[in-house]
């Protein structure tokens, strides 16, 4: 059975307009999920803004990023951190922060901060901007995984 002239005209623009919503659709998907992840984590950090600072310490700059640090095949990941000054030792500060790690899906962890790279992260591209001292400034962090009723979308992300 031929097609008429005026049907091949109809089913042309019907491909044509599905073509052009699946472009915009990608190009939505493509631009949308970064900027959620990104958003997730830097709520992770805001988070941890909220944490008790203990005695002698405060909060110089905060720093986020979303990525596959662990597992590249994996979910996406959301890392938040603060870098303070404290004139508490490692040891003090460790334990300080130990009470907020009740709950198994966050830890917080404390390292001395040595430069204005973030190392903890391994070969993720990050840094503070804000100069960072010889003694006395740490850097506290956490990695959460996803667990979002999202997470399939947000897992899109092409960023690795």
């Not at 709520?43 to 110089?60: F, K, N, Q, Y």
């Not at 590249?72 to 404290?86: D, E, N, R």
């Amino acid at each position: 059975m031929a097609l008429n002239d005026k049907t091949k005209d109809k089913y042309r623009r019907a491909i044509r307009v599905i073509m052009v919503v699946l472009a915009v659709v990608l190009l939505v998907m493509g631009l949308a999920v970064p900027i959620a992840n990104n958003a997730i984590a830097m709520g992770v950090a805001r988070e941890m803004e909220a944490l008790s600072l203990p005695a002698d310490t405060s909060i110089i700059e905060t720093a986020s990023l979303a990525g596959r640090f662990n597992n590249p095949a994996g979910s996406v990941q959301y890392f938040g951190a603060l870098l303070i000054k404290s004139d508490e030792s490692i040891k003090e500060l460790r334990a300080h922060y130990v009470g907020y790690n009740e709950d198994l899906r966050v830890t917080y962890r404390v390292e001395p901060q040595r430069g204005q790279e973030i190392t903890v992260l391994g070969e993720a591209n990050l840094a503070f901007r804000k100069t960072v001292g010889e003694d006395g400034y740490y850097i506290l962090y956490t990695i959460r995984t996803g667990g979002n009723a999202l997470q399939w979308w947000l897992d899109m992300d092409v960023r690795g």
